[in-house]
């Protein structure tokens, strides 16, 4: 049977063995800044994996756009063309 | 950055890039979250990750410090939501240990005081771990670190009401856990 004062002196003998941490204090601050770098840089390169998708729908929607903007022979054009050629026929030059 | 400069001002300083200034306050304030951290973990590797997790926890979250509390304060809160977090991971991954073994280091009466407080920390430990997160937290910080009510509501986030009565289901739990291992 444990009762409330068992439980007590027991609670007080384990706040007296409080580990010795000191050992593990020793530079901490350089392990930790260590780290913190390295997180930094894994997070960019995280991001520019995550981002990367992104970026290749831009260059699909640019290479589409692009595509679809180039200036096509258009009947004004083939008209002009035509009736330069006319022209040229009747000048006597062909 | 001076050596006097206060906590608030180091604080300024490391949003504003200046890693020195961070460092600084990790020089500050390492004794104490090793304290509190060394209340959950069981070995010095796992007591190193916590520390530094709560330290990065800090540095992440820096911004959110308003400065309308001392950063010591804001900094134990943030050292026990990341020790809850650590209990619940543990919990998890927890391995299946015995305490029929620890059952007779409890029961010897050993003559360094030392020694007795040690083993008492494991039989502790080793019963606690059969606890669930917040049993485990809240005994931590009533009945190991000695937080009054109040404190551990603030720490915590919990009402008063709410952490007594946690407290005392808590130490009933325990205390059946140790009488069954005494059983064994």
Known sequence: MIDNARLDELFAAARRAAPETSRLEYAFETRLLARLR?????????WAWRLSPFFAAVAVALAVWNHAAT???????????????????LAGGL | MPDHATDEALVAATLGGDDGAFAELVGRHKKRVFGTASRFARDT????????????RAFRHLGKFRGDAPFEHWLARLAVSACYDFLRRERRVREQSSLEAMAIEFHDPAPDAQRSATAAREVLGHAMRQLSADEQL???LCELEERSIRETAQLTGWSEANVK???????ERLRKILENTDDR
Do not use: M, N
């Not at chain 1, 390295?38 to 995280?46: F, I, L």
């Not at chain 1, 200036?71 to 026929?89: C, M, N, R, V, W």
């Not at chain 2, 590797?45 to 990065?56: K, N, T």
């Open chain 1, 38 to 46: 390295e997180e930094c840089e894994a997070s960019v390169q995280t």
């Open chain 1, 71 to 89: 200036p096509k022979e258009t009947p004004l054009f083939a008209q002009i063309t035509e009736e330069h050629d006319s022209l040229g026929y």
């Open chain 2, 45 to 56: 590797h796992q007591l190193d990750d916590l520390a530094q997790e709560i330290f990065l």
């Open chain 2, 138 to 140: 809240i005994l931590t």
């Open chain 2, 165 to 171: 009565v946690r407290a005392f289901r808590a130490r």
